[in-house]
């Protein structure tokens, strides 16, 4: 952050300009011409930091919210038995129908749809859940599932498919038979984000062995899987293929931020084994990567788009997961303006779109409530019913995805001491948080002469403590609950969850006990714990004074 008040006009005290890939300052106006058609293009000014007498945020009331808390600690345990369910060969939902070791089954519905596959996606998603689980509590029986997978990659690498063979092409299959077989039929290939996801699961889980004491030469067979995952993201990401949904043929921002986070890694992974070679190259094709994911935000628009060139929307919560599962700490990470403000236009969407969010759209608070989400407004696929089988409906894994997405945001401001910056980009998210809504000066501070303007400027900054920043930090932890308390409602008793709800009637629909609901819930889950320990360690702060 800069202090520019020297070049500034009197009135306007202090402003930040704000770098809105990283979501933190940056003193340069680089990305300058970010434009958004917001309430801000009517009174773009610059306000300057406020000082408040600090005020302690608050978790929610633990009596009243004690049954989502319970069902929070529960749904987490149910969500791993879930995902153990169905993977090859014991797990409850497959044991007995010919799926081999360490394959991970997308759910057990066999008809409308059928889902009894091997994506290689879902796999490689699912395992990561595993792997965090492995390192936390060193259960040897999920270190045993982790080592079926890793078998299974070895010889789904080399199981050739019609995307191709081994080294020409053939890692881009997006599913295979459970007994290992490639699948033959008519399918959206290749896709491209499913190398990256599996590099990354057996990077983090090489990561892992060696935090519990094993030596990296003892690793080298990871490596060995590891490496032609990552030369074929190195070498095929500027092609176009399918999209993580299986529609759409293009670029995608998902592919490419999984592909640009594997890479990453991966530079790493090679220098640790001394393939120096390799490491200059995953280097050298990240950055061609971070570069090209910039070209993913739509300034008109004012928010990401998923796939370049494509006549949809963009509006995608693929964006999410791409800033969930791939990025970097400077690349979108999820707390980042960019990803917020698409957040943002997401919610706005979908709670217009399905019916069932009728109810949930209105709460005896004034703070924006949660509501179902879909994966685009787009989508007609209604999850393989008979019937009702035009209209797309919200799903579990969306909706727990933007449920991940703020908890990380909340987590980034509870560690930050810099206070709330509200930038051009993010005050249509961040505004309707704060109560009573702060005025706008209405002066506006043209900074053009000076050269230092940029549409993305901090124009609204408040202190760590005051009463703005930690009601937002408080609101914005209750508003992500919100999603989970969407996802506890149409879930089963049992804790079950199918890939949809039912965009009238909330009914679950579509393939059951899908795995990656499962982990998505999961994942959410885990996010929340790691903000109420950032609130926690906020409020110790604030307390020793
Ligand atoms: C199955 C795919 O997996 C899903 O993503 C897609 O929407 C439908 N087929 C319809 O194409
Ligand atoms: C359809 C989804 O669109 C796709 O992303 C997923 O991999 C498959 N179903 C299997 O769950």
Request: charged share 20%; hydrophobic share 40%; proline share 5%.
């Amino acid at each position: 952050m800069r202090l520019l008040s020297t070049l500034l006009p009197a009135t306007c005290a202090l402003a930040l300009v704000v770098d809105p890939t990283a979501g933190h300052s940056i003193g340069s106006v680089a990305h300058s011409s970010f434009r958004r058609p917001s309430f801000f293009s009517r009174v773009s000014s610059v306000s300057w930091l406020r000082k408040q007498s600090p005020i302690l945020i608050s978790l929610p009331d633990a009596a009243q919210d004690a049954d989502f808390a319970s069902w929070l600690a529960l749904q987490a345990a149910r969500s791993v038995e879930g995902i153990l369910a169905n993977i090859g060969p014991d797990g409850a939902n497959v044991a007995g129908q010919n799926v081999n070791p360490g394959v991970v089954v997308a759910s057990p519905s066999r008809d409308h749809p059928n889902y009894f596959y091997h994506w290689v996606r879902d796999g490689a998603i699912t395992m990561r859940a595993l792997v965090d689980e492995y390192e936390k509590s060193g259960n040897a029986s999920v270190k045993a599932i982790i080592d079926a997978y890793v078998d299974n990659v070895r010889s789904t690498q080399w199981t050739s498919n019609p995307s191709g063979q081994f080294g020409r092409g053939g890692l881009g299959e997006p599913k295979f038979e459970v007994d290992g077989r490639p699948f033959v039929g008519t399918w959206g290939r290749p896709q491209r984000d499913g190398p990256a996801l599996r590099a990354i699961t057996l990077i983090s889980y090489a990561r892992t062995l060696q935090r519990r004491g094993a030596s990296i030469d003892s690793l080298r067979y990871l490596y060995d899987l590891i490496k032609p995952d990552l030369e074929y993201a190195s070498k095929f990401w500027a092609s176009p293929g399918f999209d993580l949904w299986e529609e759409q043929q293009g670029l995608h921002f998902f592919t490419a931020m999984v592909q640009y986070k594997a890479l990453l890694l991966g530079q790493e992974m090679a220098s640790d084994f001394s393939d120096e070679g390799a490491a200059r190259w995953y280097h050298i094709q990240a950055n061609g990567l971070k570069q090209f994911l910039l070209s993913f935000w739509d300034e008109e628009r004012g928010y990401l788009i998923e796939t370049l060139a494509s006549p949809r929307s963009g509006l995608d919560a693929a964006l999410l997961l791409g800033a969930i599962h791939g990025g970097s700490d400077a690349v979108f990470p999820i707390h980042s303006d960019m990803i917020i403000t698409t957040l943002q236009a997401l919610v706005a969407d979908m709670r217009a779109r399905y019916p069932i969010n009728e109810q949930d759209s209105y709460d005896s608070s004034s703070f924006p409530t949660a509501v179902g989400i879909g994966r685009y407004p787009e989508d007609v696929y209604s999850g393989g019913d008979l019937e009702n089988s035009e209209l797309g409906n919200p799903w579990f894994l969306c909706t727990a995805t933007v449920a991940h997405t703020l908890y990380g945001l909340v987590e980034h401001l509870a560690l930050s001491n810099s206070g709330l910056i509200i930038s051009n980009l993010t005050a249509d998210f961040y505004l309707p948080f704060i109560s009573p809504t702060p005025v706008m000066e209405p002066h506006y501070c043209d900074f053009s002469a000076t050269g230092i303007w940029s549409r993305s400027a901090a124009i609204l900054g408040f202190m760590p403590g005051s009463r703005e920043t930690e009601q937002v930090i408080s609101n914005i932890f209750h508003y992500a609950d919100g999603f989970l308390k969407i996802v506890k409602k149409h879930a089963d008793a049992e804790g079950n969850m199918s890939e949809q709800f039912d965009r009238q009637t909330g009914f679950m629909r579509g393939a059951r006990q899908l795995t990656w609901s499962f982990e998505s819930v999961l994942g959410a889950t885990k996010m929340r714990e790691r903000a109420v320990e950032a609130i926690e360690k906020r409020r110790a702060y604030f307390e020793r004074f």
